[in-house]
């Protein structure tokens, strides 16, 4: 094995269509529209190619990635070619005979989300009602199936107070696994993030039922939890560092690093109709650009987490300094790093409604970029 | 005691990389070399005693000092969520 290492993951967004219209759906902007997706011929040549290259997981995700009338033939693929399949649910269209498809397919994990776990608030950040009692008995149809079972709960500062109710219900459930995932601020959550961001107080309130937890429930159920990092001292390793793990492929079958990255101003990600995935892996400018060190200025630069953080996140960096070469403002070293303080006060004192998700381009207003 | 992989857990050789990878929901782990011999052994039939006897006989190795290696690296998947114990 020669060149850089392989990577691990396929993120496969399948659509982005959805029954759900959250308001921090980590979907662009620009939503891409169903006539623009890859076929089922393209998907399928897409698995083949990175079993080939050495991804070990498929996360199958969208949008809701059952809604494509193909997810069964593809999942049926990935399996078959041994590679690792995750589904990426709302769960909401998740009846028996999909179950008894998706087994059959020889799927190997369902991750379930959950925008609360209070029925009401979870249908209203949907903008689904009836959405809580589907997802539940979704959750169920996947217990009594075997598989294992993800609960993921979007955590902001309306619901941040809920976590241990969050973790009961997982017990409930008895999935094995829960993730307590914080909103993160690109897209859609940037848009509103002065109605999503939580105080330094719930944040650190948040940790500690985490941490309980996680303590009262080792070796019976994980705990992964992701946090904002808008009260960091130091940045996320974004995506384990850009273009070191994953691929991530658009519905229209853009390959990205990450799957914000084309709000990334002068790049050109290569579509899987025209390029190999080894090509674009090994070769495409859009991810060599920032793989590695050698494009970091300071004070990543000279820094010794340099290969820890990998200098944070390339979106956030653009959203909020407008500038994607530099160190993500979310480090206490950058020069830059009170727009976070500022973000956080803006939304202390805000009162925003939500803006939901919506298909239509005209609707989607463009994001405000605090600090820039 | 006899350890099995969670649910949803499964070892498997990888062509690519020449390497044994343990998979499971949303993770992976690249055990070293001394893991995967441990983890091949991982069928939910064997007790850690046997586990043991089956590397000391191997490696013609004290089945104590395996067995603390054994029992340090099981725990720690354990604590991780990939083995029951």
Redesign the interface.
Known sequence: ?TGF??P?GLIAELTHRCPLSCPYCSNPMELERAAAELDTEGWLSVLDQAA???I??V?FTGGEPLVRRDLVTLLARATGL?L?S?IITSGVTLDDRMMAALIGAGV??I?LSFQDVDPSENDHLGASPGAFAKKQAAAARIRAS???L?LNFVVHRGNASRIPQMIAMAEELQA??TEIAHVQYYGWGLVNRAALLPSRIQLEAATVEVEAARARL??R??IDYVVPDYHAARPKACMGGWARRFINISPSGRAMPCHAAETLPGFSFPSVRDTSLNEIWNQSDAFLRFRGTGWMPEPCRSCERQEVDWGGCRCQAFALLGDMNATDPACELSPHHAVMQAAVSESESAQTPFKFRRMTKQDAAQPELAGS | MTPRLCTGHKLRFDQVRGAWVLLGPERLFLPDEHAVEVLRLVDGVRTVDGIVTDLAARYDAPSDAIRSDVVDMLADLSARGAIRL
Do not use: K, S, W
């Open positions: 094995m290492p392989p691990m080939e290259i050495g070990l997981q996360h041994g690792y995750n190997d994990h991750q075997g598989l294992p993800t094995d696994r080792q070796g159920m994980v």
